[in-house]
């Protein structure tokens, strides 16, 4: 894997992991809006602390990716997934 796959990697993987964090610990105001009954965003949504985990966990799973497509244990090259010699 080339250094533009890794970041091109590193990015998705930070975006899917932003969207499995972010409902993590987040509550409804206490009094929803008296016409509608809309409760808005969450009171303290801890953003800073949700990117800072969001960055850990998106690291993490990079270096699984990383080492996973760096294997031969799941090739396309050889084995099972490889793709037919072209005729």
Do not use: C, H, Q
Not at 5 to 22: E, K, T
Not at 70 to 84: C, D, I, K, N, V
């Amino acid at each position: 894997m080339n250094w533009v796959s890794g970041v091109v990697l590193y990015i998705v993987l930070w975006w899917l992991a932003l969207f499995m964090v972010l409902p993590i610990g987040t509550r409804p105001v206490e009094r929803p809006d008296a016409t509608s009954g809309w409760r808005g965003t969450p009171e303290r949504p801890l953003l800073l602390r949700k990117a800072l985990g969001t960055t850990a966990l998106a690291g993490v799973l990079w270096v699984l990716f990383y080492l996973l497509i760096t294997s031969e244990w799941m090739s396309f090259r050889s084995g099972p997934f490889a793709l037919p010699p072209p005729s």
